[in-house]
Structures are given as C-alpha cells and as structure tokens.
C-alpha cells in the first residue's frame, strides 16, 4: 500500500472509531486545506456523507474567499454547518483594529469555541491538527481526552497502542480527535491532488505571493511563492524548509505564543 | 498593539465579515487523479532502545546529522554554544537542542525525531528511560516496525539491555537490528564485537528475536554509521543507515488468513453496511465468510469505497464496507474469516502480560479487555508467574500475594463474561493482542499464548471454555458470563440484629466487584408483591414463602441473591432452603441476643412491643427458632459491622467461584 492510501486508510478507521464511540461528534472547519481533506475524509469513511454536523468559529475577520467558499462548499458536501461567533466579544469592541492578536485570537477563536462547546455539548471534536504543524504537537494522541475547562493534561496522557483509544468522556469533558495527526503538510497537498479536492484559491500565487496557511486577513501573511498551481506547491513543498506557520502572525506576537494557545483550549 | 492590513495582491475586506457572497463562485478543484504519489515510501517508525549511557543521544544526533536531516543553521548553532561555555561539541547536544526545542515546557514523553535517508523518511522513536519508561515505550514501540539496540562495547550485555529486548518482543517489534557501541573504546576489537554478538544473540533467541544485523559502530565518530569505517575492515555487513534502508514497512500481513474486524455497522438508504478493516489477508467480493466469534456466515456481495478506484477486493490496512447477501446480525466485535481459516474463540486463555498502572494487578479484580474492536468485561483467574524482565525467571511471591506490580510482566489465565475471537501471538498480530484497562485509562496489555482453544472451522480444540447456547440460554451460560454462580445468601435473625446493615454492605461491596447482585427486604416486597399481606401469622408465612420464590428466580437469573427477613420460624426458611438445589441456599444466622438487640432498637419497635402497640413481635410476644445448622452465624454483639461484613465475604469467597461449585 503506498504512503498516501496508508495515512488514508488509517484516519478513516480514527473517523470510525470515535463515530462509534461518541453519542454526540462536532467537527470544526476552518474551510482551509485540513479541514476540506478531513471532510473528504469523513465521506471516505461514512461511504459519501458527513454524519455530524460541522462548525465554523467564524471571527469574522476571515477572507472574503471563504465566505463563499462556505456557501460554496456546504451545498457541494451536503453538510450541516453550524456558524459561532463570539458576539459578545464583538459587542465589546474586541478586534484586530484595536487589541493585540493574542487577545483578539483568544476572544474570537478560543473564547467562541468554548461558548459553542458549551451550548452543543458534544463529546468529541475532529479536528486537523498534525504533528509536522508545530513542536508542541509532537506529543498528540489520536484521542487526546480534554477535562471540563477543555485543558490539554499534555503531561499525563493515557498511553495509545494498538489502535485502542481514549473513549471515555465524563460529564462535561470531550474527546480531540485528530485523524490526521500523522499527516504532513506535503502530503495534505499530494492528497488533494490525488482526490480531486475542493479547497479556496487563496493557496495559490498571485504576484509572486501566496497564502500557505489561512487565518484572520489582518494578521495573515502571504509568503514569497511562485506556485500557483497544486503540482507547483507539491514541488515548492519537496523543497522548501520554512516553517508552514510563518506567515500566522499570532504564533509569534510572544515567546512560546502556541503553548500559551494551546493551553487554553485552542488547536 | 494595532495591526495594519497587510500589502496584499488579494482582496481584503473593508468590512470585515459583510462581504456578500458572489453568485457563480467555483473553488479550485481538480479531477482525481489515483496515479499520485503511488510510489512514495512509507514513513517508518524505528524505535531505539537501549541500557542509559550506551548513547542513544549520540547515536540519534549523529544520524541526523550524517543524513542531513537538520535544519540549516542547527549544527553552527550548536557548536557556537559549545564554544562559548568552553566545552567540547558532542552529537549528542544536536538532540538536546531539537528536543529543548520541541519540548519547551513540555514533559517528555514519547518523543518522535523526523529524518530522512536518500530511500526513505522515518521518525526515530526515542522513548526516555526514566520511571515511565515502560508507558512511554509502550506508546512509541507499539507504532514502531523496527529498533535499533545499543550496546555498550566495553560494558557488554546490561540490565536494560535485557528488558528493553523483552519488551520489544513482548509489543511484537520483529525487526531489530543490534548497535556495539563505541567500539572506538574497545579499540575496534573484533573479538570484543564477536564475544558480544554470540553472548547477545542467545539471550535474543530465547525471546524469539533474531536481529538482522549486529554492527559495530562508534556514533561519536561516525564509524559504520552513514558511511563504512576504515577501522573496522574484518566488518564486512551494512552499515547503520543501510541497515535501517533495509528494514521492510510492516509485517507481511497480506499472506496470512483474512481477519476482517467489524468496527460498525451503518444502516442507511436501506442498506446495512459492514464497516470495518482487514488486518490480515485478503477479501474479495463473492467469497463466502464466517463471522467470530459465533460462526454465523454469509456471502460478500460488495465491497463498499467512496470516490475511490472500483476494486472489488481489499488487503491489509484498509477500511472498507461490506454488503453481504444475506440478512444475518452481525455487529461491531465479530471478526470475519474465511471458512477454513477460522479465529480461535474462547472465554478464557493465557496470555502474557504487562502492566503499568500505579496499583496492583490482582485476581478477580474487574478489568475492561478490548482486543481490536471487541470490548468485553473480563477478570485475571489467576497468575502463573511474574516474569523477571531481565533474567527471565520467576519471581517468587507466595500464593495469598498474587499480584502483579507496576512495570512487571506476568503469564496469566484470563476469563471473559462473553467469548471472543482471536489468535495467538506468532500468528497474526493485530488479533492476538489486547489492551487492559482497570479504569479509564490502559493499565496493561497483552499477548494471548497459544493453548488447545476451539478454532473456527477446525477439528479438535477444546470447546469448554466456550459457552455458546444455540438453543435455550441455560443457567450455566449465565453463570459463565457473570464469573459467579447464581445463589441465595439468606440473613435471619432478631429485629435490630444487624441483618439491613450487613446485607446493604454486602450488596454494595459485591456490586463494587464486578458480581450481579440483588437485596430483597421488606421494604421492596411489602409494597408490591407482597401488598396484600398484613402480619398475621398466615401473612407472616406467605411473606417468607414469596420472598423465597423470588429469590429463588433471581438466582437462576443469575444472580446473588441477598435477603434481610426476621423469618424467626425454622420450617419456612426450610421450604426455601427445600426450592433451591444444594449448595445454592446460604442460611446466615445474624445473632445478637434480644437485650442487646432491644438496646439498639433502630426503628423503636421493641419499646412499641413492649407497650403492647406490636402484637406477636419476634423476640418479645412471638418466638425466635434460631437455625440449628447455618452455613454461618455472626455474632453482632461481638463483631462490629465491618468486622461482620468482612466475615460474611470470607466466608463468600468460595461459594462464587464457579469451578468449586458443586453443581458444575
């Protein structure tokens, strides 16, 4: 089996693994390439549908692109999407325009995520985090089991072998489970490729610059590229030893920026 | 801080989030192409091993730098910061740089170190040797298909060296390939390297481990590493990096018997979709399958892909759906075999075991098994030995301490409340390991020994362990399942004795261990079945006598049955003892004397007794005919509750094993 089909194979026995397990499954999406090769994953998995809903943390400061991407996409999947916004945090004035991108990124992301876990309750959350992402991802589980306030125990985690995994969810606790942990970030592009999937054309170059990674537009920098093509990104990606996060801003407003992030229930 | 909105070719919002959607949009998408990178290697995981100071770090940092699998800038990094604390640069800081790196604030766990040779990538698997080593090495090996194990030239065959061979073949790594350690130490000695490999090599042997290769390398120096060493020219085999080139991606899984193991079943747009994957050989439509455990079979008609090449077989590692052409219940669990190469099923077998949880492994102690994708309520029967990782040998420990202890490895017979299907260690991997959990979290894991088990299609094997029922479910299927017979434990006794409080206790700790159990009193058949009786004599009869039948129907359910009745007269406790078959009915003689009892006087009924409001109380206007010959009597004057409790599970303890039942 290649490598492609192996990675494949395996995250659509994760997908099934915790739709079995969980009463209750929200998967959010960012309509960036992860989250388009997780949904296409799940309909590998669910035999060409999506069985729980999705959710879009929408901070509003996202590109006018994935806006319509959105609509776009959520009638192409026949998906059921669920759109938080942290209202309050708006209401509040909280924004890029006037507040640092650690305070705006916890108020709008963080912050709404939580309000939505909240209110939807649901046991586990499919994410797309990979190990290759950042440092602090290396130590990832499949099932990574989060406590009631959605805190990482990263320093006390059940051991996983064997394809078994942490199922159990106590009240008001919830499951990550992330399918595409072994992934990197070549081989999200080579399978996107190879399937034939949908993703939002801010990834490719324009004037000799491209997004490589899609956060909030004010703190979401192109990078020097030339690859305006899949097959171009795939051959800049073979080559290129700059780290995938360089142009998100956030991670580097302070030292350790991710840890603190990621601590707090961001992913 | 104020962000700008960057300079940008792309179109940026003036107002955030109102943009409203173009009519016509269309992402950027192309046509699937299956061709794609279907020549890519896979990534291998190699795991390395070996006893503390036999330099794994030199070894890993040397690796990486000798295959240029660092970061540019990483090696002049470091070697400037040796520089300027005036300490000799060594391979070893590479992996403490990346590792500080990676683990900022984190504590180390499993630790994967990304690197790659001109054939293939891989992640080393690093696996700190400290107190968790075992949980962590668990975590990192159990993914591993390869290890690398040091060993030190001039020190030889260590502790570690042992346990960390045992485990590697106790978490079925098969390749391994044996690193003699700064050989730049033993001054490129041949005969030290010869003396090691024949020492080594039969110790491996009697774990079943045949390492591919041994090599003699210094990793400080890079000798035999990456390139081959002119210091060692009697060495003639690969070096380490050949070596690790030469590793294979996985176990052969593909020539051996198709184990298709059902993960879920879907039932959408009328159709029933078997979900599942193959661990083993190789399934094509219209071959006729038995489903383990069981033996229910039917036919595949399809199997089920999304937006996926038409094939219409399936192999090792993949997920797929099947639809069979019958309409059989099959469900998440069964394993599907071909016909003549059926899984074992049992409810009981021998495995090798490891533990990591803090608290001891004991027998009869409630454990969670999962073996693939069963799940099944299963105890420990009993230890046969604790393995000492190191020698091999038996460690001694009397038979009233049976225990496993954290980090141990033990043989062990364990029982199922239900049969499972499976293999044994050597034959097919994924089916013939399991993991153990005694709460939430894995506690252990394991491997199942071969035994005469009964196989699916196959004569022979020994079937008695296995408790299928066909026809009508017998009470011993039930009692198999629950791990206990079905009995009642009859309390009787004066008002105030102590029988609610014992019987309360009794059913609490009983529950708490995993057994069915259930207390009838007063209180839960006055009201219903009972509700029509008062307490005249005849009632008082009929109460018991009801009481009794229900016992009685409960404990061949299954259950432990637990009653906490006056019942003063020895004939009706009789007519229960006389429903029940023997050895089934356990007459408890909760005796305290009447003064005592009538000191305690719970519910102030014998102070209403004596002030004639309770007519024909047991003790004070009615007599007591205490048991001539109970299976137990508890003195409640003299033991505390707790003291009586305790008394009544010793005495317990025999009558729930099902083996010295004297029905079976």
Known sequence: ?267 | MSTSVPSSPFPVPSSAGALAPEIGYVPTRLAADYSIATTEQSRLNVVVVGHVDHGKSTLIGRLLFDTGSLMKGKIEQVRKACAAENMEFEYAFLLDALLEEQEQNITIDTTRIPFHTAKREYAIIDAPGHTEFLKNMVTGAASASAAFLLIDAQEGIKEQSKRHAFLLSLLGVRQLVVLVNKMDLADYGEARFRQIVADYSSFLETLGLKPQHFIPVAAKHGDNIASRSARTPWYTGPTAVEALDDFTDTDDLSTKPLRFIVQDVYRWDDKRIFAGRIESGTLKEGDRVVFSPGGKTSTVAKIERWSSPERKEAGPGESVGLSLTDQIFVERGHIATHEQDGAYESQQFRARIFWIQQEKLRPGQPLTLRLVTQEAQAEVVSIEKVVDATTLSEVARPGDDSHVARHEVAEVTLRTKKPLAFDVTGRIAPTSRFALYAGRAPSGGGVILPDRYFQRGQEGGVAENLFWSEGAVTRAAREARNGHPGLVVWLTGLSGAGKSTIALALERQLFASGRQVYLIDGDNLRHGLNAGLGFSAADRRENIRRAGEAARLLAEAGQIVITAFISPFAADRDRVRSILEPGRFLEVYVNAPVAVCKARDPKGLYARAERGEIKEFTGISSPYEAPAKPELELRTDQLSAEQAVERLLEFLAPHLELSRDPQR
């Open chain 1, 1 to 267: 089996m290649d490598h492609l089909t192996k990675l494949e194979q395996q995250s659509i026995f994760i997908f099934r693994e915790a739709y079995h397990s969980f009463d209750s499954i929200v998967m959010p999406w960012s309509m960036g390439k992860d989250s388009n090769v997780l949904i296409w994953l799940a309909k590998k998995a669910f035999l060409g549908r999506v069985p729980f809903p999705l959710l879009h943390i929408d901070t509003t400061y996202e590109f006018p692109e994935m806006y319509q991407f959105r609509e776009w996409a959520t009638k192409f999947h026949n998906v059921d999407v669920k759109v938080a916004i942290n209202q309050d945090a708006r209401r509040r004035g909280i924004g890029y325009e006037t507040h640092d991108p650690v305070t705006v990124t916890h108020e709008l992301k963080t912050l709404a995520l939580q309000q939505a876990l909240a209110e939807g309750k649901w046991q586990a959350l499919i994410t797309g985090i990979r190990r290759d992402e950042d440092p602090t991802r290396a130590k990832e589980r499949y099932f990574s089991p989060r406590n009631k306030d959605n805190e990482w125990n990263y320093k006390d985690q059940p051991p996983e072998f064997w394809n078994q995994f942490a199922t159990h969810v106590g009240p008001g606790e919830n499951v990550r489970v992330q399918p595409i942990l072994d992934w990197t970030e070549l081989d999200i592009w080579l399978y996107i490729r190879r399937e034939g999937i949908p993703i939002p054309s801010l990834y490719f170059a324009r004037e000799g610059k491209r997004y490589r990674s899609l956060g909030c537009w004010p703190i979401t920098h192109p990078v020097e590229s030339r690859a305006s093509t899949i097959d171009e990104i795939i051959e800049e990606l073979r080559t290129t030893r700059t780290s995938e996060r360089a142009g998100r801003a956030q991670d580097h407003a302070e030292r350790n920026a991710m840890q603190k992030l990621r601590a707090k229930g961001f992913f």
